[in-house]
């Protein structure tokens, strides 16, 4: 059965960093294109960032860019997302994605798997 496992989240100050992971399993996603989204209360789901299958080619909402960086280890069915100058907006639930498409030149379209979510806390 395929799964997707995040980790990393927690509570930190705005300014400071964390690492998301999300560990694939039951399947090799090495020819997915994967992403992270996110959930605040009260808002709908919205995508932070994706990269192909290949970890050449990776797009970013606005409000991430230059401040979030997405990678994958294909060997290790991983991927990354380091969190850099961490804002009180970047509070929510982060979920890990797989088997999504890259359209047009700067936006995911989520696939049908989706990890449990973690929650991420910035404070002010």
């Known amino acids: 059965q395929e799964q997707l496992v995040e980790s990393g989240g927690g509570l930190v100050q705005a300014g400071g960093s964390l690492r998301l992971s999300c560990a694939a399993s039951g399947r090799t996603f090495s020819s997915s294109t994967m992403g992270w989204f996110r959930q605040s209360p009260g808002k709908e789901r919205e995508y932070v960032a994706c990269?192909?299958?290949?970890?050449?080619?990776?797009y970013y909402t606005d409000s991430v860019k230059g401040r979030f960086t997405i990678s994958r280890d294909n060997h290790k069915n991983t991927i990354y997302l380091q969190m850099n100058s961490l804002k009180p907006d970047d509070t929510a639930v982060y979920y890990c994605n797989a088997d999504g498409a890259l359209v047009g030149d700067s936006y995911c379209y989520p696939g049908d798997y989706w990890g449990q979510g973690i929650q991420v806390s910035v404070s002010s």
């Open positions: 990269i192909s299958w290949s970890g050449v080619t990776t």
